[in-house]
């Protein structure tokens, strides 16, 4: 019984609810970067320009950690040549300033090009355990279903995919962000832009299907 | 403030969310054209809440422990925001998908979904191209 709601039947609202919400959390907290699966196709499929950024980053840290150290060094010798009165003026007008209050909030980090591509490779992973564990994997080679009727049959199927691919890609580039980067984290953290996003990704959607509908 | 460097976690944390987020389309039908439409035509609220649901419990959570562990940047609206939401959404209508799901639909054994990844590849590279020679806006980034 328990085993047909978890791994048969189509999963109740609230266990989807919380499959969805948990990854999200989760991957937040651990990899400090909201998960949005758009954002990471878009490392992956511009692998060499992501590489060359990650590569000047760590360079740039490098250079950044060396300068610090060789301001330190110098304002420590400065600081030993003068004399005794000058220091203590400097001391004082130094402490006469408000201390702002340390954020403790630790920056948003980048997802390294190498988590990106294993988070997207663990997506078809997740899809084949699914199918394989509902005993429904089987290898098809065209749609089936309400999208023969709907939307195309026959080869038709070829076409509609790859433009309708070209479509979602170049739609969430111009956004920002998909269903996980907008729909998901943006509207649960109430940005203004990511709810406006998701009205029109939904809406819209919801516009064709009813068309679709409509014009069998 | 603790320092900022790319994240180092484990490449086995990235795959566990990966399995987990894409299980979890595979098993609620988000990756299924037939489910995606009964929720768009309102034939069936299920996958509605399952979202709805999500969200507001994400909500949760970033109001009570996510807010002050990460400083998140402003996700405001850009001229990209309406428009690209468009497009995205007459895509999903039609396919049945969003980025996601083309890849899970390949776990699945639907080979044809490779159709719908590559075209998706060039979408992506298509805007960057056009973005660079005419759009220029800021549109922050998932």
């Given amino acids: ?31 400090q970067h909201p998960l949005g ?12 320009e992501t590489q060359a950024e990650e590569q000047l980053k760590a360079r740039m840290e490098t250079n950044q950690e060396a300068l ?46 190498s988590a ?32 023969t009727k709907l939307v195309v049959d026959g080869l038709g199927f070829i076409p509609v995919l790859f433009f309708g691919g070209i479509l979602i890609g170049f739609g969430t580039a111009m956004a920002g962000g998909c269903t996980s980067g907008h729909g998901l984290n943006g509207c649960a953290r109430m940005q203004t832009g990511s709810l406006g996003a998701t009205a029109s990704f939904f809406g819209t959607a919801i516009a064709v299907a009813f068309a679709l509908k409509a014009l069998i | ?43 069936d609220l299920r996958l509605f809440l399952t979202f709805l649901g999500a969200v507001s419990s994400l909500a949760l959570a970033y109001l009570l422990v996510l807010n002050s562990k990460l400083q998140f940047p402003d996700r405001g609206f850009h001229k990209g925001s309406i428009v690209g939401g468009v497009i ?18 390949i776990g699945e054994g639907k080979v044809w979904a490779l159709i719908t990844l590559i075209g998706v590849a060039l979408g992506v590279i298509a805007y960057e191209w056009a973005h660079k020679r005419w759009f220029q806006w800021d549109r922050g980034r998932c």
């Fill in chain 1, 116 to 147: 990106s591509l294993v988070t997207l490779i663990g997506l078809v992973l997740g899809g084949l355990l699914g199918q394989i564990l509902s005993g429904q994997w089987t290898l098809s080679t065209r749609p089936q279903g309400d999208f």
């Fill in chain 2, 88 to 105: 995205f959404g007459v895509g999903w209508a039609v396919t049945g998908a969003c980025p996601a799901v083309p890849l899970v639909q």
């Fill in chain 1, 68 to 113: 610090r150290q060789a301001m330190q060094a110098a304002t420590q010798a400065h600081m030993a040549q003068l004399s005794e009165a000058d220091r203590a003026r400097l001391a004082a007008a130094q402490s006469t300033g408000t201390e702002e209050p340390e954020d403790s909030r630790q920056n948003l980090a980048e997802v390294p090009l």
């Fill in chain 2, 1 to 43: 403030m603790t320092t900022d460097k790319s994240s180092n976690k484990p490449l086995l944390f990235a795959a566990a969310f990966g399995l987990s987020l894409g299980f979890t389309l595979n098993r609620t039908g988000f990756s299924s054209f037939d489910e995606l439409h009964k929720m768009l035509t309102f034939d």
């Fill in chain 1, 37 to 48: 699966i758009s954002g990471l196709f878009s490392k992956a499929v511009f692998f060499r």
């Fill in chain 1, 1 to 31: 019984m328990m085993w047909q709601t978890l791994f048969v039947q189509p999963w109740p609202w609230w266990l989807g609810a919380a499959g969805l919400s948990l990854t999200a959390f989760f991957y937040c907290w651990l990899m």
